[in-house]
Structures are given as C-alpha cells and as structure tokens.
C-alpha cells in the first residue's frame, strides 16, 4: 500500500449546544482527522478546555555520537518553529492545555476574575466572563520525547 499522509489538527471551540450550560458558554479541545481523500468530522478531545498550546525542543546534534554534551536543545514556539527554521531535530514536543470546571463552584473569592496562566512555556491570559468567574481552571502540560528520530543512541 503506498504511504498515506493523515494530518491531525486541534483547535478549541464552543462545544455542541446540548452540552452548554444555560447563561455559561462551554469550551473544548476538537481534534479533526485529515486525509488526501477527505475531511473527517471533528470530535471532542477534552471538554472544557479554554486554550491549548504547542511547543518543541529542537536539538542541533554538534556533539559527536560517543559525546553529546556539546548538543544544543532550543525550546521554541511552533510560531517561532515554523517562521525561523533551523534544520534541527524536533526530539520533544510539549502540549499544554488549561481546563475548567465543568460547574460552578459558587462564590469563592479566592479564584482570580482574570487568570494567566503558562502552558507548554507559552504566558496565556484568559478573559473571563463574570458568568465563568466562579469556575476553577487548572493547567495541565505533558512533555512527549521523540526517542530515536535520528538513528542515535
């Protein structure tokens, strides 16, 4: 069979009305399957996530096999990645998302109005409707290594 290219894209959006609270707008993370031949239905990955970001570490392999110590790994922006290419190996890759409570948690002065929060290394300011002021948000970030994409070690 010849070699297929599928491309994944994920983008956050307003989920689906029959999952919307009444006087509250709901957000998710969708992930939409791409293919030569179609485009596929975008799904939910994560329900109730407010903002999702991308980063890679790119290593520039001056050391030698036997010494990689001389090695350079640069984190960067998949903005920065893509408008400034180096030729460098991505050799990890780091997602971030900040999720919401699904509910409310009523009137906790203790949650900030106005939240910033940092995903994948990249600062996020969340607008945040007094509708939405009550809920608690949490940032969560998972660093993926890409083991052997060159061949070493």
């Known amino acids: 069979e010849q070699d297929k290219e599928i ?6 959006d307003k989920l689906p009305q029959v999952q919307q609270n009444q006087g509250d707008t709901r957000y998710g993370l969708f992930c939409e399957v791409l293919d030569e031949k179609k485009t596929g239905k975008p799904a939910i990955a994560i329900a109730d996530a407010e903002s999702f970001k991308v980063s ?10 036997a010494d990689r110590k001389d090695d350079q ?11 400034a290419p180096t030729g460098n ?20 002065s203790s949650i900030n109005a106005n939240p910033t929060f940092t995903i ?13 002021a009550s809920h608690l948000r949490v940032p969560v970030t998972q660093m ?4 052997n994409s060159q061949g070493v070690e």
Not at 59 to 64: E, M, Q, V
Not at 89 to 108: N, Q
Not at 120 to 130: C, F, I, M, R
Request: charged share 20%; hydrophobic share 40%; no cysteine.
């Open 73 to 83: 790994l640069r984190y960067q922006t998949l903005k920065e990645y893509i408008t």
């Open 7 to 12: 491309i994944q894209r994920y983008y956050i």
């Open 144 to 147: 993926v290594a890409i083991r």
């Open 56 to 65: 890679v570490v790119t290593r520039d392999f001056n050391g030698t096999p």
């Open 89 to 108: 190996a991505v050799v990890a890759v780091e997602i971030g998302v900040v999720i919401r409570s699904s509910g409310s948690v009523h009137a906790d």
């Open 120 to 132: 994948a290394g990249q600062e996020v300011k969340l607008s945040n409707p007094p509708s939405t």
